[in-house]
């Protein structure tokens, strides 16, 4: 038998599966007998299959919303095939090895692998199992891209590359390793792959070492569950992902403004100082964060308390924030320091991670002899949020931080459970480590929503998948250089194409501790992707305020942030379309037009929401090459009319980036404010964008901007109350009352 070397690992280490016995019919489809145990193969809903093989039941973490109602799933069997059929999708279970093929809308989207060597064997097997893990390979087309996985930072088509879904402290925006991952792939011809698991899973999507033309999936999971999602395009995929791990909620406004933060301000003075000056030169802010440093005492953290030395009374400190028309964002962690007493107390209760022999599991960042010099960074323990009493605990002691004034929290850290540490609910830090980002975040969220006020949120570092149901996300810890800019960017898009709808990242970069402030250019042009983003956060570990910068970049970022805060009500519209369909805020080219394969290699570049095309200027020096898909587009700074398919190579000005109105497009602004305090009860639109001919509405909460096709070259939109609006382009418009009538020229 002729074996090739390189598969050698799969071949020895896992056995292949080769039976395939109907066994019985479900309403939903079929069950099978298989050497690796009962396969049950069904629809999950329309166009989403689910195949599962349970050798062994585990602890449930909620990831999965209730299944659709199916009904009239159709088996039909062959000489060697079944065929299990629902709507508009079909899949074939073929034995001897297993494999399967999934037609959807009568064309083949994704089969198991068809990569045989010399000797007639499968490079990698199809279906495969050993005794705590599984290989599952697909299929690749020659030049068939794969998207998703994450929030990862290199290209964002992952074909060549080895991904590993495993939450780490990446340091960075540098390597492959991230704060977030999510086991859900998918492809614009047509299909997504989902694996349910809390696991280590290892994708090889063409991973040359491998097979170059195999998307292989290893399986740290004594079982098997995994989701097939068909669709026309990769909207559709995603909003199917999300149908079945949730979608967002509506975030409250004042999220969409400005946070500003620092690592770290060193007391209530130097905080206050910072408040005063944001409003005395005029520059647009909301949120102010008290991070990881900066509001107790290092060395005994976290215990929810106050490092009274530098915040004598918070009350106080809060109520002049809260005068000043700010809100507050506390840092936290779910690790409690050795050297708290509350270490003893939470450990003799059972609320902490213990290790195989029972001991509490006691957590190091860094090695034993220099641990005194590092007081931020003490050996601590993990509260257990497996354990109910635990979870409640952990809850409720968020209660005196709202109490006095706090509005959120941010939620850092979450990926050090070790894999040797055993849980209050029986599991293996090995399926507890991915997971925990979860119950760590939602937990905090449940906190926020019982004692806040208004709509919940975290600000969150560490995710899997279902993280969209408690946002929001930013990126943790980008190099202060172009470099990091640039990760950044396609870390937030990569977030958004895996089901996550919210994503922030540290302008200015958050450097290396005693690093002096970023340069000035980089500055700018990490605050205006910044600014064209879901979420604005200024962060790093040097003061990141715009005065420090100098005058003149101080008239630039005020600027940018005063466009900010009229873009709230276009965005507060992307967050509705976010809820109702799973798409993203910002989307990658490849999401946002996916029959124009040109695009899709701009990965910097991206459409926020369905009307802006956002290109930010990520050298030094102000060039950019942006591709223009589509047919036509309107420059926002000159209103100048641009004709699609093309790349455009730019030398931009340092107070502009460029952005693009999509022609049909409408866009919704408000006034200029300088908090959202300021905005009323309602969504305060005072103007309307219209970028063409009008072809598309904005949904919004409350209402919706209709669009009225009259006919041949007129359309109409009935506003809710007469708003000033701006045409680009030859479309002259006619305005009775709040009716605008709209005509080609």
Not at 319 to 342: A, D, Q, T
Not at 361 to 376: F, G, L, S, T
Not at 607 to 627: D, I, Q, R, T
Request: aromatic share 12%; charged share 20%; net charge positive.
């Amino acid at each position: 038998m002729l074996i090739d070397r390189d598969a050698l690992e799969f071949q020895d280490a896992f056995s292949r599966c080769n039976i395939l016995d109907l066994d019985s019919l479900t309403q939903r489809g079929a069950h099978f007998q298989t050497e690796a145990g009962r396969l049950e193969v069904s629809f999950y809903a329309p166009d989403i299959v689910h195949l599962t093989v349970e050798k062994k039941r585990q602890p449930d973490y909620s990831l999965l919303m209730a299944p659709a109602e199916v009904a009239g799933v159709s088996v039909s069997t062959g000489k060697a095939t079944v065929r299990l059929r629902f709507r508009k999708t079909i899949i074939e279970m073929i034995p001897v090895p297993l494999r399967i093929r999934v037609i959807y809308c009568g064309k083949v989207i994704l089969q198991s692998t068809t990569d045989v060597g010399i000797g007639g064997n499968f490079r990698i097997p199809p279906f495969a199992y050993s005794k705590d893990k599984w290989v599952v390979s697909f299929a690749l087309r020659n030049g068939e891209p794969v998207y998703g996985l994450g929030e990862k930072y290199g290209a964002l088509n992952r074909r060549g590359q080895l991904v590993t879904s495993w939450n780490e402290d990446a340091l960075g925006v540098s390597r492959e390793a991230s704060y977030k991952n999510v086991p859900f792939a998918w492809s614009p011809t047509g299909w997504g792959i989902f694996v349910n698991t809390t696991s280590r899973t290892t994708h090889g999507v063409g991973y040359p070492q491998w097979s170059n033309r195999s998307y292989v999936l290893t399986i740290d999971d004594i079982n098997l569950d995994l989701f097939i999602i068909a669709g026309q395009t990769p909207a559709e995929i995603i909003g199917k992902y999300t149908d079945i791990t949730g979608r967002c909620p509506l975030l409250p406004r004042w999220s969409y403004g400005t946070w500003m933060s620092r690592a770290y301000y060193h007391n209530a003075n130097e905080a206050l100082a910072v408040a005063r000056d944001l409003r005395f030169r005029r520059i647009p802010c909301d949120v102010i964060v008290l991070d990881g440093r900066a509001w107790h005492k290092m060395e005994y953290r976290f215990d929810f308390s106050w490092d009274r030395d530098r915040y004598p009374d918070p009350a106080a400190f809060i109520k002049e924030l809260k005068g000043l028309n700010f809100r507050l964002c506390l840092w936290e962690y779910p690790y409690i320091s050795v050297r708290n007493p509350l270490f003893r107390r939470l450990a003799r209760k059972g609320y902490l991670l213990k290790t195989r022999e029972g001991q509490t599991y006691v957590h190091r960042w860094v090695p034993k002899a220099i641990q005194d010099n590092i007081p931020q960074l003490q050996p601590s323990g993990i509260i257990d949020l497996t354990n109910p009493a635990a979870y409640s605990w952990y809850l409720n002691a968020h209660a005196p931080l709202f109490e006095v004034g706090t509005d959120v929290m941010k939620t850092d850290y979450g990926e050090a459970v070790s894999e040797d540490v055993v849980a209050y609910n029986g599991d293996s830090g090995k399926r507890l480590h991915n997971v925990f980002s979860i119950l760590y975040n939602r937990c905090v969220f449940e906190a926020t929503q019982k004692f806040g006020k208004g709509k919940p949120l975290v600000w969150g570092r560490a995710g899997w998948a279902s993280s969209q149901r408690y946002p929001i996300q930013w990126g943790g810890d980008p190099s202060g250089d172009w470099e990091g800019l640039a990760s950044s960017i396609r870390g937030s898009l990569s977030w958004g194409m895996s089901g996550a709808p919210f994503y922030s990242h540290d302008i200015g970069g958050f450097g290396t501790f005693g690093s002096t402030i970023p340069e000035t250019e980089l500055y700018v042009r990490w605050a205006q992707a910044g600014v064209m983003s879901s979420h604005t956060r200024f962060h790093g570990t040097s003061p990141r305020e715009p005065w420090v910068f100098g005058k003149k970049i101080e008239k630039i970022v005020r600027s940018w942030l005063g466009w900010r805060y009229r873009l709230i009500p276009y965005l507060e519209s992307c967050v509705f379309e976010a809820q109702q369909t799973g798409l993203p805020v910002a989307r990658a080219m490849t999401l946002a037009f996916p029959h124009e394969s040109a695009a899709w290699g701009f990965e910097e570049q991206y459409m926020l929401g369905p009307s802006l095309l956002v290109a930010p200027v990520v050298n030094p020096g102000g060039g950019v090459s942006v591709f223009l898909p589509g047919t036509h587009w309107y420059d926002i700074w000159t209103g100048e009319r641009l004709r699609g398919g093309r790349i455009l190579n730019l030398v931009m000005p340092l107070d502009r980036i460029p952005v693009y109105g999509h022609e049909g497009g409408i866009l919704p602004l408000g006034p200029p404010v300088q908090h959202t305090g300021q905005l009323r009860h309602g969504h305060d639109i005072n103007e309307i964008w219209v970028f063409g001919f009008p072809k598309r509405g904005i949904r919004l909460p409350d209402w919706v901007l209709d669009i009225e096709t009259i006919g041949n070259g007129t359309a109409a939109i009935n506003l809710p109350e007469k708003i000033k609006v701006q045409v680009f382009g030859k479309v002259s418009m006619i305005q009775t009352g709040n009716r605008l009538v709209f005509r080609r020229k």
